[in-house]
């Protein structure tokens, strides 16, 4: 008889099941045991293929999608990344409008990925005809047979992580998981997987990681929306200028916010402590653990899980470019001697 071939059958196959890492010399100051979900471990890199698939299964399940349809959505990068993967493999067209604050990377890759791409400018309301949520509205409305994902504003978004990385996380840790510490921009990763967690253990604290520049941390203090908190900033994919429905403030116990010039230079630590090189925004969580360490969150018996959202190559023009750091004013020569010095 022939041995069977072992191979997936195709690339979608090998969405979820991501591992957790335990990070050994990052926390060595801090109180507790520490572990990172490395989400880049999917294979468009990011959480985000969880949630393409997810709701692209849902709406096949529901009728709504057929073969030749077309997707449209709104993306940092990551969401279209993966919603173009999916698309790929199912026989969609997928249009994506994008915020022009996204990186070139990210833009050359959805294209490479057979998207239709807009970029649209990143600094104006939400409302502004121009915003890459109108745009994307438009094109839905003008484009017959496609589908809008609206990822801020879908349930399904929440279910995705409630279904697939809240179990995982659950079962990993044993059940033994005492804090999460996610960052937030839909919101739909830390809803979903916060929910399941507090319906096994409802002592569980889920801790939010929002930007300097977002609304998310003072609407959830006060459920009041504050335009008054939103102003330019520099991470891609944290924190917002609206409030989406794909959060659930309730779940969720509290809101740290971080800068983008921490965040930075901590996620370079990560891949110059740990070797693990990954995004922006796992920069921008792993430097809320060290500030709510800082206050005393955790002590010798926390399990703190970590979301790490994406992979570190989306970012090589940005936070590893030392060029891009020197701009910023986050890195000089000083720095980077003092980071060598520290882990050699
Ligand atoms: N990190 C990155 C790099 C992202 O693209 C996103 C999604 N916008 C997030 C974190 C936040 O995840 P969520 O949208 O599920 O809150």
Redo the contacts with the bound molecule.
């Keep these: 008889m022939k041995e069977t071939i072992k191979a997936n059958n195709n690339i979608l196959e090998l969405i979820g099941d991501t591992p957790l890492i335990k990070l050994n010399r990052i926390t060595e100051s801090l109180k507790g045991n520490f572990y990172a979900k490395v989400e880049a471990f999917n294979p468009g890199h990011?959480?985000?293929d969880r949630i393409a698939l997810y709701i692209l299964e849902q709406a096949e399940k529901k009728g709504i999608l057929k073969p030749g349809d077309t997707i449209v959505e709104t993306t940092?990068?990551?969401?279209g990344f993966s919603i173009a993967m999916v698309s790929i493999v199912k026989g969609y067209k997928c249009i994506l409008a994008v915020s022009s604050k996204s990186s070139k990377d990210k833009i050359d890759m959805l294209r490479t990925m057979g998207a239709e791409v807009h970029v649209c400018p990143a600094h104006v309301p939400a409302d502004d005809a121009r915003s890459y949520y109108e745009v994307a509205k438009r094109i839905h409305l003008e484009t017959p047979g496609s589908v809008y994902i609206n990822?801020y504003f879908n349930e399904l978004?929440i279910d995705a992580h409630y279904h697939t990385t809240g179990p995982e996380i659950w079962n990993q840790t044993s059940g033994q998981i005492t804090h999460l510490v996610a960052?937030?921009?839909?919101?739909?990763?830390?809803s979903g997987i916060g929910r399941f967690l507090k319906e096994q253990n409802p002592n569980i604290q889920i801790l939010g990681i929002d930007a300097y520049g977002s609304v998310l941390q003072k609407y959830h203090q006060t459920r009041e929306f504050d335009k008054n908190e939103i102003y330019p900033y520099r991470i891609?994919?944290?924190g917002k200028n609206l409030i989406p429905t794909a959060t659930d403030f309730d779940t969720i116990d509290s809101f740290t916010k971080v800068t983008d010039e921490s965040s930075a230079l901590t996620a370079r630590e990560i891949a110059k402590t740990e070797g693990l090189f990954v995004?922006?925004?796992s920069g921008a969580a792993m430097q809320g653990v060290k500030q709510l360490a800082e206050d005393e969150t955790f002590d010798e018996n926390s399990n703190v899980v970590i979301l790490f959202?994406?992979h570190g190559s989306r970012y090589m023009s940005k936070i590893y470019s030392d060029e891009w750091m020197e701009q910023q004013g986050f890195m000089d020569e000083n720095s980077e001697v003092s980071v060598a010095v520290n882990y050699i």
């Excluded at 940092?76 to 969401?79: E, P, Q, V, Y």
């Design positions: 990011s959480s985000k940092s990068g990551n969401t990822q978004n960052c937030s921009g839909t919101g739909g990763t830390i891609e994919g944290l995004g922006y925004t959202p994406d």
